[in-house]
T-cell receptor
Framework: GAVVSQHPSWVICKSGTSVKIECRSL??????MFWYRQFPKQSLMLMAT?????????EQGVEKDKFLINHASLTLSTLTVTSAHPEDSSFYIC????????????FGPGTRLTVT | KQEVTQIPAALSVPEGENLVLNCSFT??????LQWFRQDPGKGLTSLLL?????REQTSGRLNASLDKSSGRSTLYIAASQPGDSATYLC??????????FGSGTKLNVKP
């Protein structure tokens, strides 16, 4: 099956710093990738949709200047949390959809971000 | 507004029991519906994908049904095992891009 990887799997950073999370589709091309956020014991909330070569589309309430998304190639999307604060601590999960196929999304293993 | 609801929020059953997890959605104009499994602190594992034109999908001990007109889907797990313990998430896809997740059902299968 299609595999999506995320790096790093967990990261601790200090308030005010920025952290970049990578999402890669390993064995397929993904024209569209999605970034989700999950707080403890809650479900996933879509943050933004990124299409290769164009600007990301952010969901209502998500600050685009704080969560920078870049989808530079068909296999890589990055999420940069800028000027991180403790309330940004969360589980970030990406997913990727194949350029062809039935619209199934394949999810990465997630990145645990802790801001101290 | 699209909403996805899962009932029950938590379920504890003895090993070997058959069980049903429920998912309901408010907008029936779905593209597809997917059931996922999530282990603590981990990402999502896709279990079953049902296209809007389909009524059900089966994989091993799992069977998922879809009734668009009533806005419901069920995930049936046969002969449950302790290894099935996890949180099960239902997600509905609209407009090929918008994926709405339910809050999940946390399943505990007791040996």
């Amino acid at each position: 099956g299609a595999v999506v990887s995320q790096h790093p799997s967990w990261v601790i950073c200090k308030s005010g710093t920025s952290v970049k999370i990578e999402c890669r589709s390993l064995d397929f091309q993904a024209t569209t990738m999605f970034w989700y956020r999950q707080f403890p014991k809650q479900s996933l909330m879509l943050m933004a949709t990124s299409n290769e070569g164009s600007k990301a589309t952010y969901e209502q309430g998500v600050e685009k200047d704080k969560f920078l998304i870049n989808h530079a190639s068909l296999t890589l999307s990055t999420l940069t949390v800028t000027s991180a604060h403790p309330e940004d601590s969360s589980f970030y999960i990406c997913s990727a959809r194949e350029a062809s196929g039935a619209g199934e999304q394949y999810f990465g293993p997630g990145t645990r971000l802790t801001v101290t | 507004k699209q909403e996805v609801t899962q009932i029950p929020a938590a379920l504890s059953v003895p090993e070997g029991e058959n069980l049903v997890l429920n998912c309901s959605f408010t907008d029936s104009a779905i593209y597809n519906l997917q059931w996922f499994r999530q282990d603590p602190g981990k990402g999502l594992t896709s279990l079953l994908l049902i296209q809007s034109s389909q009524r059900e999908q089966t994989s091993g001990r799992l069977n998922a049904s879809l009734d668009k007109s009533s806005g419901r889907s069920t995930l049936y797990i046969a002969a449950s095992q302790p290894g099935d313990s996890a949180t099960y998430l239902c997600a509905v896809l609209y407009n090929f891009n918008k994926f709405y997740f339910g809050s999940g059902t946390k399943l505990n299968v007791k040996p």
